[in-house]
């Protein structure tokens, strides 16, 4: 969607036009997925906070002020829903965390069981690193590194400044490079 496209698409949203915002919807869902997917760990979950954000969105969108992106816009919605959520939960009901999928991404140079059991250790101990990082470092880290967003719109999403939004990235690289630097293989 070009911005002059998306911004006529906002203004008969505001108006009421529920197909104006279904084509948001259709437009955004995807993304909005897959970044609670990575923050949720679980599809299931995922679903339900795209639905609650779009639920909300609509709610709101007579409010949206266009200074931000209506992407920047829904992430924050979304990982606020996020937050707030597992705010609520016990430690013990804490949702397991992402990692997996990172891994699971990259393809493989050899084949046989020993390069799965290796694939399976890797994807067990990137999931325990992402465990140790905090929500808002998760989420910054997964909307740079893996939605590839500009500093600008993590900071937007997270409703803090680009200077907390690089910090927030910069401690969950340290911390995702302390926890699996073992893993690292160091050839002379």
């Given at each position: 969607?070009?911005?002059?496209?998306?911004s006529a698409t906002v203004a008969l949203?505001?108006?009421?036009?529920?197909?104006?915002?279904?084509?948001?919807?259709?437009?955004?869902?995807?993304?909005?997925?897959?970044?609670?997917?990575?923050?949720?760990?679980?599809?299931?979950?995922?679903?339900?906070?795209?639905?609650?954000?779009?639920?909300?969105?609509?709610?709101?969108?007579?409010?949206?002020?266009?200074?931000?992106?209506?992407?920047?816009?829904?992430?924050?919605?979304?990982?606020?829903?996020?937050?707030?959520?597992?705010?609520?939960?016990?430690?013990?009901?804490?949702?397991?965390?992402?990692?997996?999928?990172?891994?699971?991404?990259?393809?493989?140079?050899?084949?046989?069981p020993d390069r799965a059991?290796?694939?399976?250790?890797?994807?067990?101990?990137?999931?325990?690193?992402?465990?140790?990082?905090?929500?808002?470092?998760?989420?910054?880290?997964?909307?740079?590194?893996?939605?590839?967003?500009?500093?600008?719109?993590?900071?937007?999403?997270?409703?803090?400044?680009?200077?907390?939004?690089?910090?927030?990235?910069?401690?969950?690289?340290?911390?995702?490079?302390?926890?699996?630097?073992?893993?690292?293989?160091?050839?002379?």
């Amino acid at each position: 969607m070009e911005e002059d496209t998306e911004s006529a698409t906002v203004a008969l949203a505001k108006a009421g036009d529920e197909e104006a915002f279904r084509q948001i919807v259709v437009r955004y869902a995807p993304a909005v997925f897959r970044l609670a997917y990575r923050l949720t760990g679980s599809a299931e979950e995922a679903d339900d906070v795209v639905q609650e954000t779009f639920l909300r969105a609509w709610k709101a969108i007579g409010r949206f002020e266009e200074r931000s992106r209506v992407s920047s816009w829904l992430f924050r919605i979304a990982t606020n829903h996020v937050l707030d959520t597992k705010r609520a939960r016990t430690r013990e009901a804490r949702s397991e965390a992402l990692g997996e999928d990172l891994v699971d991404s990259l393809p493989s140079k050899q084949a046989g069981p020993d390069r799965a059991a290796e694939g399976a250790e890797v994807s067990r101990r990137v999931a325990a690193a992402m465990r140790l990082l905090s929500t808002p470092e998760r989420a910054a880290f997964v909307l740079r590194h893996c939605e590839g967003r500009p500093i600008s719109e993590i900071a937007a999403a997270l409703g803090i400044r680009d200077g907390a939004a690089k910090n927030a990235i910069f401690r969950a690289v340290a911390k995702l490079r302390e926890e699996l630097s073992p893993l690292v293989r160091v050839t002379p």
